[in-house]
């Protein structure tokens, strides 16, 4: 099954490392608190966002499933102004599915869950590391750091925290799925 991606371009890929500018795009996100288990909190977070898009808006609208998961660190719940993408901290984690973009701030449904928000994400520099496997916390750290080392090495400093894309459906095997770590940076190496 296809599903529709964010927009981008590949700028520079630098060994494994692949450097792309996005396109802004729209995603309605999660704030997952008090969870440090990396799991549980993407699973609740991928639950409240799927009811969302499963016509759990203001408008009772079903809205197509599109791909990457995002999941992300967060020290502190974010503001309404800020792909789907998982990122972790201290306080919990931010969840995130990808709108089509048919869909602007003003169009898209607002969602029932008022722990559910739409944030505009603007056009960025992002340096990716692609790999598959398991949607684990160790396999997501390892890679993690396999993009921070080549950053480092390639002296690109980066403008953010990682995240972790999941672009399949769970019931993928492994060893098809495609994971990324993603981290906003600044510049691509020479």
């Known amino acids: 099954m296809s599903y ?10 630098s060994g494994a490392v692949e450097y792309r500018r996005y396109e802004p795009y729209l995603v309605a996100e999660t704030f997952v ?14 639950r409240r966002l799927f009811k969302y898009i ?14 990457p998961v995002s999941q992300a660190a967060q020290a502190e719940k974010i ?3 800020v792909p789907v ?11 995130a599915f990808m709108l089509p973009a048919k869909y602007t701030l003003e169009t ?10 739409l944030v505009a994400v603007p056009a960025r520099l992002v340096a990716v590391l692609r790999y598959s496997g398991r949607w684990t916390e ?8 396999e993009l921070l080392g080549a950053l480092s090495a390639a002296g690109i400093e980066s403008t953010g925290e990682p995240w972790l894309a999941r672009y399949n459906a769970p019931f993928s095997l492994p060893f098809l799925r495609r994971n ?9 190496p020479d």
């Open 4 to 13: 529709e991606e964010p927009g981008y371009s590949v700028i520079r890929e």
């Open 108 to 117: 898209a449904p607002r969602p029932s869950d008022p722990r559910v928000e």
């Open 54 to 67: 499963a016509g759990g808006n203001t408008s009772q609208s079903r809205i197509t499933m599109t791909a």
């Open 180 to 188: 990324e770590v993603l981290i906003e940076v600044g510049q691509v």
């Open 85 to 95: 993408q998982q990122q972790g901290a201290g306080a919990g984690w931010r969840i």
């Open 33 to 46: 608190a008090d969870r440090a288990d990396f799991d549980s909190a993407g699973n609740e977070g991928f």
């Open 79 to 81: 503001a309404m102004t």
């Open 138 to 145: 160790s396999n997501y750290l390892e890679h993690r750091q």
